[in-house]
């Protein structure tokens, strides 16, 4: 993954940087310092994992997190936590579009754990909040209405993109045309409030919605 580095601090932000290029999934890290540095350089460099500085998101997180999307909406947004987050602040973070999320105390293996479960394209939280974002997270009555919004050939179309299907292979498997493919994805886009693909995919391990196939 190519991976941008947000961090205020010079030495933070070096040590960051040590050892995400050690991990076999970071292929590419270049820095910035401040939020306006961060986007000019996402515009060109095009990353596929923002690691975002929570001090520098204090005042208005949900603007910088928006600006980061629309600059690089298939980068995944990984926010180093200002050191004193709430649940609901933590929780706010996943709904605005962050995948992963690490305190300040984060230990090494957290870190490459949650490195691995990016590259792998899965929410992150440490093990010490995992209990409480399962419940959050697989919450029956967030699973039940955003799921009962669909069609069950909504349904299925969201299944097949999860599992990476692209429109024409969804088209052949569904025995419909890729017209009705893309008119499906839309609806979800619409339906579950999401910008793109990435964030139906979001969503869909967010929400819950994705079922698993057997066969």
Request: hydrophobic share 45%; glycine share 4%; proline share 5%.
């Amino acid at each position: 993954m190519k991976t941008l580095v947000l961090e205020a601090i010079p030495l933070l932000r070096e040590a960051i940087v040590g050892h995400l290029t050690l991990h076999p999934t970071i292929t590419d890290v270049q820095c910035a310092a401040d939020i306006p540095q961060a986007l000019v350089l996402c515009t060109d460099f095009q990353p596929d994992l923002v690691w975002l500085d929570g001090e520098l998101l204090d005042v208005k997180p949900e603007v910088t997190i928006r600006n980061f999307k629309k600059v690089v909406p298939e980068a995944k947004l990984l926010l180093f936590g200002s050191g004193d987050d709430s649940i609901p602040e933590i929780k706010k973070y996943f709904k605005l579009g962050i995948l992963a999320y690490l305190p300040k105390t984060t230990a090494e293996e957290d870190l490459n754990e949650a490195l691995d479960a990016l590259a792998a394209g899965h929410l992150y939280v440490p093990t010490s909040l995992q209990h409480t974002f399962t419940s959050w997270l697989t919450d029956p009555v967030r699973k039940t209405k955003s799921w009962q919004k669909l069609t069950p050939r909504e349904k299925e179309v969201l299944n097949l993109i999860v599992e990476e299907h692209t429109a024409h292979e969804i088209a052949i498997k569904l025995f419909i045309s890729q017209c009705t493919v893309e008119t499906h994805r839309v609806n979800l886009i619409q339906k579950l409030g999401v910008k793109n693909t990435a964030g139906l995919v979001r969503v869909a391990f967010e929400a819950g919605l994705y079922q698993r196939r057997l066969i």
